[in-house]
């Protein structure tokens, strides 16, 4: 029951009481499993792109931006902290003993001097003294790693100076994103919190890289909406108030920032990770392999424009109906063995829905036993077959069937995305109406002592872009460089 007080909570977070009782309804009776019908492979459902292929669909990318035929922007969710980077650190200076006693801090201590943060810990004083060093590395008093979100801390050395994880989004974004007028347009995902930061720190480097790559850079940002919030429940899914007496809500995940993107004006995003990026003389691959992933996109974009026009027209022959069949089935990989059951007009109907779709091209790299999504066929609420990226929550590992097609897959999702974002006529589509709101995730957490559960919007690359046509390209592993924890940073240049 809501009180008035709830009430007002509500209205103060933009959230409608029809919102929370759909959220208390998903802890009641949780989440469905997806129906998988197999993993995608480079046999079935993955593009796997030989090298003149490649370079064909990198010329038809070029074409695309010297031709100025739309807007092209970079999106980067970037509000994650570092705290998780420093976990094993934070560790260390709590426990009582001054010895290294893993292979992690051993690891840490002999590539200290080679990390691009090195050069401002020496300034600071850090020495020969471990648990002072860490301190001064994570603290308030030192560099404030510990605080931070990855963004901003130093990744890389240069000759020069080093740069930070941002830095590194400007510098690709000049190698494969700057549009006609040699405008390269970001927009970074941030804290409420370090918005503040953000801007200050682009605001000092992008005259730097405008410079050296000769483009102009426009730069935006924002935070995750207050409205997608989700409220959090006890263990008998009441809603869960503070000592209060306030109901508890907490971020919605990186699913919620489906709505950031739908304030977007683009015809092509492209998707990253803010901690996917690598050093100079390391992205030779991941700008071949963005560009040709654009080039695959508008390539798939303009069939799909062609086809919807001529279905628009309604001047067709039934022999341009079954191309247009055939496109579905072999290239957007949408199985369903109802179309031919379906008179002329249901079927034109079925056919203009399932192309007039935002349209995704993923690169997939082969499984090297990093956690995280794969691509799968999967059965979409209407009962269609296409290709979905899926959470390893989502399977049911108690059917024989989704088992094995988890234990088979072969490829991992590392988040390079690059997206189509208006229709046949130019028209942003609303991207909230193609969320499967049935994908999300209950997880359980804590606060001020007490246990309770948190409610995951459909992930941003997963459910909600469920309703999307999709296209997986297999890319190198080359083009993967996470950084989950301060040891994986690259050490050289």
Known sequence: MLTKSDLLQLKTKRLTVEQI???????????????????????????RISENEQDDYIQQW????????????????????????FKDLFAFVEADSDSLGNDFLKTFFDKIENF????ELKQLGAGQNYKDTVRLLLNADGLNYGSLPKGLLLFHNYDIAPRTAVEEHLVEGALYAAGADNIVRLHFTVSPEHQALFEKHVAEKSPLYAEKYGVGYDLSFSVQQSNTDTVAVDMANAPFRDAKGKLVFRPGGHGALIHNLNKIDADVVFIKNIDNVSPDSRKAPTVRWKKVIAGVLITVQQQIFDYIRLLDGGNYTHQQIGDIIHFLHDDLCIRNPETKFLEDAELVIYLKRKLNRPLRVCGMVRNAGEPGGGPFFSVAPDGVIQLQILESSQIDMTDEIARAAFEKGTHFNPVDLVCSLKDAYGKPFNLPDFVDKNTGFISRKSKDGRDLKALELPGLWNGAMADWNTIFVEVPLETFNPVKTVNDLRVES
């Open 21 to 47: 009782d759909e959220q208390l309804g998903f802890f009641i009776k949780g989440f469905p499993f997806a129906d998988i019908k197999a993993s995608a492979s480079v046999e079935k459902g993955i593009m």
């Open 62 to 85: 070029e074409e695309y931006l010297s031709a100025g035929k739309g807007r092209v922007v970079k999106f980067v969710p970037a509000s994650g902290a570092a705290s998780r980077m």
């Open 116 to 119: 691009a943060f090195y050069g």
